[in-house]
């Protein structure tokens, strides 16, 4: 159901649901965290990936194909690199060559390998094939219909780009490409350097994708139709973790209040109520599910969730439910990962540009030493558009 729906289904089922809200609150118990060795380990797989994606799309923009070393160098804290360029650079050999430039100006120059070049032409195969960009346009144009306003600004969109599996350049390349979804829109505020913030508007309401993902598969399992009983989400605790006695009682309870889809508007719920927190995970559950990877770091969660009005009620949401939403502290960061996307470390359904992914983390790891505490286990077979 769509959200800010005039129709009469819409305001009388939302009116049914301020009545019967529940008041009652999260239980006063602690939920404690504990690690799941196998989706840490999905994390940290995946360190330093991002940044090297960065950086070769970086070089292969240049006309030489090359960079200068002292560039790189000098914007170290904007590519968030753990360590100088130079070591960065050294520490993956089968993605990256340093090179002395020709005189008349020697200079430590960047380019790629000839595995990596490779890659990146079949990655760009399926970037610019019309099935990919219509899939990554319809996960921008979900996460639109989930804010209030159809639009987000540029630079948060900008923070959850590699998740979505969006171009690096995608306001040039896919935007334009879909007239009828999208347009570039002043957001009316001033960014923290004074300058005009834009943002890309939904150019009108999509009712085909107003269906979260959740609802979808209760759908497929009920022969198309979504039946009468609460629908529940996935609840998956690692082996060994219990609950308190309290807080089972609370989560069983919490998963009978009525399901209200993400793309209706809910805000009217009291934010303390359980009702208003069922609502709450369904957003966090459909964002989680717009990401290729199934996650994401906690702080761009929390910075979406307060543009969104949510405040710290995703962070709430977060703590209340780990049987949904894991919180790994890999990689320098905490990172949110959806569990039941994932069985041990490998993601149960793999998007296309994920297999992409998945290869050029076959070149980092050619010169990981034998000795670490996990191998890397990647499945390279049958990845698919999801």
Not at 27 to 49: F, G, M, Q
Not at 359 to 376: A, E, F, G, P, T
């Amino acid at each position: 159901m769509a959200l800010f729906s005039n129709s009469a289904n819409s305001n009388k089922h939302l009116y049914h649901l301020f009545h019967l809200q529940h008041s009652r609150t999260f239980v006063d118990a602690r939920v404690k965290w504990v690690r799941d060795t196998y989706l840490d380990l999905a994390v940290e797989k995946e360190k330093n990936l991002q940044q090297i994606i960065s950086l070769k799309n970086l070089i292969l923009s240049q006309p030489s194909k090359t960079i200068p070393l002292s560039s790189i160098s000098l914007h170290k804290t904007l590519f968030k690199l753990p360590t100088t360029a130079i070591n960065f650079f050294q520490k993956y050999p089968s993605i990256f060559q340093i090179f002395q430039s020709s005189k008349p100006f020697p200079l430590p120059q960047v380019k790629l390998t000839s595995q990596a070049v490779t890659i990146h032409n079949e990655e760009s195969k399926i970037l610019n094939s019309s099935h990919y960009k219509k899939d990554v346009a319809e996960r921008l144009a979900k996460l639109l219909m989930l804010t209030r306003a159809k639009k987000l600004p540029l630079d948060i969109i900008d923070l959850l780009r590699f998740d979505l599996g969006l171009p690096h350049d995608f306001i040039l390349t896919l935007l334009p490409e879909f007239p009828e979804y999208f347009q570039i829109c002043n957001m009316g505020d001033k960014n923290s350097k004074g300058s005009e913030m834009f943002g890309v508007e939904l150019v009108s309401w999509r009712e085909n994708l107003a269906m979260s993902v959740l609802e979808k598969k209760v759908m497929e399992e009920n022969g198309g139709i979504i039946p009468r009983m609460p629908i529940k989400f996935s609840i998956n605790l690692p082996k060994g973790y219990d609950l308190e006695k309290k807080v089972r009682i609370w989560v069983h309870e919490w998963q009978n209040l009525p399901y209200i889809s993400p793309y209706e508007d809910a805000f009217f719920l009291s934010p303390n109520s359980d009702q208003a927190e069922k609502w709450t995970v369904a957003v966090l559950h459909e964002l989680m599910n717009l990401f290729i990877s199934k996650k994401t770091e906690k702080e761009n969660l929390l910075v979406l969730g307060d543009y969104l009005g949510f405040g710290i009620r995703f962070k709430k949401a977060l703590v209340h439910h780990p049987g949904i939403f894991y919180v790994s502290n890999k990689i320098r960061t905490q990172t949110v990962v959806l569990r039941e996307a994932y069985k041990k470390d490998l993601l149960v359904e793999r998007h296309l540009l994920m297999g992409m992914r998945y290869r050029y983390l076959h070149l980092m790891n050619q010169m990981v030493k034998s000795d670490r505490r996990y191998r890397i286990r990647v499945n390279m077979g049958n990845y698919k558009m999801q």
